[in-house]
C-alpha cells in the first residue's frame, strides 16, 4: 500500500533536514583534512566531498537500472545524472548570491578552473553518448557502452590532472586548524558521509514515490525531481564550506559531482543494465540537458577567468542570474517534452 501525500511530504522535509546537518560537519572535517594534508581544497573538495555527496546518485542509478529495468530504468539514471549536472551548477549560481565579498567565482585559483573545464568536457562527452546511440545501434551487442569506458578514463586522468595542479596556498590566517587532529577530522568526516549517502537514499526514494504520486513522466522525474532529491547533499555542503570561508570546497565540491557523476556514476549505470548499453534505452531529452549544462560551465568558466565582475546590484553579479536563468529554461523544457503523460 502505498504512502499518503502529506506522509512522504513529512519524510522529505525529515530526511532533508538531516542531510543539511550531517553535511555541515562532512564540509568541515573535509577542510580540516585538506588543511593537515596538504592537499589543498580543490582537491579534497573533488576527491573527499565531491565522492560523498554524489554517492546517492549512485545508488539511485543502479537501483533504477536493476529494479525497474527497460527504458524507464535507464531514463531514471541518466536524467538523475543529467540533471544533477544542471543543479549543482544552479547551485553555484546560489553560493554566488550569498557570497558577500564579491564575485565567488572570480577569486578562485587554477584547480577551481581546471575541475571546471574538465567537468564540462566530460558533460560533452556524455551528452554526444546520448545522442550518438539515439541514431546508430551496432553497440546493442555490447554489454557496456565504448563510450562509457571513455568516460571512466576520462575520469581517471581528470583526478591525476586535478592532483597536480593542487595548491595549500588556498588557506590564510583565519583559517587555522594547526590544533585540531587529523584522525578526529577524519573520523566525522566518514560518520558524516555515511550519515549523508543513508539520508540521501532514503530522500531519493520518498521523492520516486511522491514523484509517481503526483503522475510525473519518469524524464521530468528523474531529470528535474529526482535529481534535485539526489543533489540535496552538494547544496548542503557548498553552503557550510561558503560559511566557513572555503569558497574553493565549495565550487569543486559541485564541479567535483559533475565529474564523477559523469565518469563514474554512470560508467556503473551501464556496467549494471547488463542487458545492453545504457546509452540506447535513454531518451534524447537528455541531450538538451547537456547543452544547457555545458552553457552553464561555460559561463562558470568565462566568470573564473574575468577580472572585473559584472553585477546588477550590490549583491548581484551576471553570471548567477545567467546560472539560475538556464536552470529554469532547462526545467520547462524538460517539463515540456518529458514532464506528465
Request: glycine residues 8%; charged residues 10%.
Amino acid at each position: 500500500m502505498s504512502s499518503s501525500l502529506p506522509f512522504l511530504w513529512a519524510q522529505l522535509a525529515l530526511t532533508a533536514t538531516v542531510i543539511l546537518i550531517a553535511a555541515t560537519y562532512l564540509a568541515k572535517n573535509a577542510d580540516i583534512i585538506a588543511f593537515k594534508t596538504g592537499l589543498g581544497r580543490s582537491f579534497v573538495g573533488v576527491v573527499l566531498l565531491a565522492t560523498a555527496t554524489s554517492f546517492p546518485e549512485l545508488g539511485t542509478g543502479v537501483s533504477a537500472v536493476t529494479l525497474i529495468g527497460g527504458a524507464d530504468g535507464a531514463d531514471l539514471a541518466a536524467g538523475s545524472v543529467f540533471g544533477s549536472n544542471v543543479f549543482n551548477l544552479l547551485i553555484i549560481g546560489i553560493i554566488d548570491l550569498i557570497w558577500r565579498k564579491g564575485s565567488v567565482l572570480s577569486s578562485l585559483g587554477s584547480t577551481t578552473r581546471l575541475t571546471g573545464l574538465l567537468s564540462a568536457l566530460i558533460i560533452f562527452l556524455g551528452g554526444s553518448a546520448v545522442f550518438f546511440h539515439g541514431y546508430f545501434s551496432f553497440t546493442t551487442n555490447l554489454v557496456v557502452s565504448p563510450i562509457s569506458i571513455l568516460l571512466i578514463g576520462f575520469f581517471i586522468i581528470s583526478l591525476f590532472l586535478i592532483y597536480r595542479e593542487q595548491n595549500q596556498s588556498e588557506f590564510n590566517d583565519e583559517e587555522d586548524y594547526s590544533k585540531e587532529n587529523i584522525y578526529k577530522a577524519s573520523f566525522l568526516y566518514a560518520f558524516s558521509a555515511i550519515i549523508v549517502v543513508i539520508a540521501a537514499i532514503w530522500l531519493a526514494q520518498t521523492g520516486d514515490e511522491l514523484a509517481d504520486a503526483m503522475g510525473w513522466g519518469k524524464s521530468f522525474m528523474g531529470t528535474q525531481f529526482l535529481a534535485l532529491s539526489t543533489s540535496l547533499p552538494e547544496l548542503a555542503a557548498s553552503i557550510a564550506a561558503i560559511r566557513i570561508r572555503a569558497p574553493e570546497l565549495a565550487v569543486t565540491n559541485l564541479l567535483g559531482s559533475n565529474l564523477f557523476n559523469m565518469g563514474f556514476v554512470l560508467f556503473i549505470d551501464d556496467l549494471a543494465y547488463s542487458s545492453s548499453p545504457l546509452w540506447i534505452q535513454t531518451s534524447q531529452v537528455h541531450v538538451i540537458t547537456a547543452l544547457i549544462a555545458l552553457l552553464m560551465s561555460s559561463t562558470v568558466l568565462i566568470s573564473m577567468r574575468k577580472t572585473i565582475p559584472i553585477n546588477l546590484g550590490r549583491f548581484i553579479s551576471i553570471e548567477s542570474i545567467i546560472l539560475i536563468s538556464l536552470y529554469i529554461v532547462s526545467s520547462v523544457l524538460v517539463f515540456q517534452i518529458g514532464g506528465p503523460h
